[in-house]
């Protein structure tokens, strides 16, 4: 059995106590010294377990008076018609992010509710700073796309439990019960790998970011294996580019080159399942150092496009999230918790729609090669 860390324990000592109120909004913590004492621990391990509560958002040092269990404000529970709701989302940009947007704002337009947007670029200690800043607002609900690798948040869950309705979109938390709307991404995903291995593809590979600690990038690579049946392909390449937007060009070569490199060791791969719309950019690009063509050598489809950034005419064939109704769900699931609607669907999953483009072909035995 693998052993604890002593600044672990003691961070969940009184993690559990917060959660749990035994320690309640704007009592006082022991300070360092004291956790030494009663835990029979070195400054530094104490130091480091009051970082971590810090860290979460969990705690507050103020300097001269001692540490302090941050304050919630209380859920105002409005019912008339200045609502105030926060929205946070880790960027926005044409392929993914501005049509949920579009639709939290038209449907809060409907319902007279007025809205705070921030942007975190991917960053935790960003997430963090933007929801307590609007709590302390005095917001009636957050509306949140955490960042990449979030699978859970001591922050949000601790405002969740504390009674501060939240919708989480895209990306959801696993094993709770914070609401969300986001794509069917297992799904979509299966029925897109089934779509390619009707047309003929037999030896395909999934690209991603790691999709390890995002629900979204998991739950497609999911999809996708229990949809193929080839296991002597590599079914995955996990690149080192994360799902933020400043990537160094470094990094970006450096991945290109990964995804060339597994080109040139499995010859055989005749299509690349890229889990969003900058990875198949990066693959269409070392498919093109390579020589190769798109879609006659090997297909690539993705998660959504930016048709504004294709060069040379070509359209990725991708899956399209339904991101205005996302939006328009979101806001609508917001508004009925605040109001009290004990019947409000708090797991809402959308249905992807396959769109046909130009970089998949249809390869049946005996047919000539036909652009989908």
């Given at each position: 059995m693998k052993n604890v860390p002593l600044y672990q324990k003691i961070f969940d000592h009184y993690y559990n106590?917060?959660?749990?109120?035994?320690?309640?909004?704007?009592?006082?913590?022991?300070?360092?010294?004291?956790?030494?004492e009663k835990f029979y621990v070195s400054r530094i391990t104490a130091k480091r377990a009051?970082?971590?509560?810090?860290?979460?958002?969990?705690?507050?040092?103020?300097?001269?008076?001692?540490?302090?269990?941050?304050?919630?404000?209380?859920?105002?529970?409005?019912?008339?018609?200045?609502?105030?709701?926060?929205?946070?989302?880790?960027?926005?940009?044409?392929s993914f992010g501005l049509d949920i947007l579009k639709g939290i704002e038209d449907e809060a337009r409907e319902r007279n509710i007025h809205i705070l947007f921030r942007r975190t670029f991917e960053s935790l200690e960003r997430e963090n700073e933007a929801i307590n800043s609007m709590v302390h607002r005095g917001v009636d609900g957050l509306i949140i796309q955490t960042v990449h690798g979030e699978t859970y948040s001591d922050v949000i869950l601790k405002l969740y439990l504390n009674g501060l309705p939240i919708v989480?979109?895209?990306?959801?938390?696993?094993k709770t019960k914070v609401p969300f709307v986001t794509t069917n991404n297992f799904?979509?995903?299966?029925d897109t790998t089934k779509y390619l291995i009707d047309l003929g593809y037999r030896n395909i590979t999934f690209v991603s970011a790691?999709?390890?600690?995002?629900?979204?990038?998991?739950?497609?690579?999911?999809?996708?294996?229990?949809?193929?049946?080839?296991?002597r392909t590599p079914d995955l390449l996990t690149l080192e580019t994360p799902e933020i937007r400043e990537r160094s060009e470094k990094m970006i070569n450096r991945d290109i080159n990964n995804i060339k490199q597994l080109l040139e060791e499995n010859p055989k791969i005749d299509c690349i399942f890229a889990a969003e719309a900058y990875v198949a950019k990066l693959a269409h690009r070392a498919v093109k150092k390579l020589n190769l063509k798109v879609p006659d050598d090997i297909g690539?489809?993705?998660?959504?496009?930016?048709?504004?950034?294709?060069?040379?005419?070509?359209s990725f064939t991708h899956i399209e999230q339904q991101q205005y109704e996302m939006g328009v769900i979101a806001m609508k699931t917001i508004d009925e918790i605040i109001k009290g609607n004990a019947d409000v669907k708090t797991d809402n999953l959308i249905d992807g729609i396959i769109i046909e483009g130009d970089t998949v072909i249809r390869k049946q035995k005996g047919d000539k090669d036909e652009k989908i």
């Open positions: 106590k917060i959660i749990t109120g035994q320690i309640k909004e704007g009592e006082q913590i022991c300070t360092e010294k004291e956790i030494m009051v970082d971590m509560l810090a860290e979460r958002g969990l705690v507050t040092r103020i300097p001269g008076r001692g540490t302090f269990v941050t304050m919630t404000p209380k859920v105002r529970h409005n019912f008339d018609d200045d609502k105030l709701i926060g929205i946070i989302f880790s960027d926005i940009e044409y989480l979109v895209d990306r959801h938390m696993d799904k979509a995903a299966f790691s999709p390890e600690y995002t629900s979204t990038l998991n739950d497609r690579y999911r999809g996708f294996k229990a949809a193929i049946k080839n296991d690539i489809v993705c998660f959504d496009t930016d048709e504004r950034e294709l060069n040379g005419g070509t």
